[in-house]
């Protein structure tokens, strides 16, 4: 077996994949492509231009007009990418409240969904890569060296949440975390084609209780291909 090249990462929010894939993509030296980010964006220039997160058609022309940069964070920085919104680093607005409340109904357009692929996909073509999302392997990158579909408990999830909102000084009860979480999975589950399912060929990895270096540890044979 060779070393996987490119690498689909996919579960709901909070089951660990950002903080596993980008301690794999540290680790054995891929770019890391949270795609999650590039709906967050054509989000917050929606909310900018007053485009209706329902009017599919402006959406997907916005996304098509709007240069999405993912760039790697400069050494000794505590961000994991910076995100440009044309030119412009949104790094931080990309993860607002507004931009939460929207960027379920923004993703959930065929047509943006359309416009943004084509970028994944150049992405995952310019080298060794894991793209973390919610549609990585079955249809962003069917064929995938190697999908992961990680889970963890509701509970265990919206704990994760709730630290990290904590630590960012949002001040938020753990009942509207976990209610918070319940409410996107659900929407997450609606997408119709889109909705979040798991590839039948992804190896499905439960998080809860389990540290982000031991599933690493336990992966890498999967990853360098032994
Ligand atoms: O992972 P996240 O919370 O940053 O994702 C933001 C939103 O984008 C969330 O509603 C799910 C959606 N999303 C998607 O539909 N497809 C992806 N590949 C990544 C994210």
Redesign the pocket.
Known sequence: MNRARTIAV?GP?GSG??TIGKLIADTYGYTFL???????AITLAAIRHHVCPGDAEALAELARETRVCIEPPDQGEKVWYHVRLDGEDVTSQIRSPEV?RH??E???HPSV?AV?LER?REIARSGPSVL?????GTV?LPDADLKLFLTATVEERARRRYRDMARAGKDVSFEWVLEDVER?DE??RN?GE?SLRVAEDAVVVDTTGRTPEQIVAELRPWIVGE
Do not use: C, F, M
């Open positions: 996919d929010a994949k950002s949270d795609t999650g980010a590039l709906y967050r939460d960027v379920s923004v993703s959930s969904r943004l994944q973390v999302g919610r549609d990585i962003v996107r929407a997450d997408k889109y």
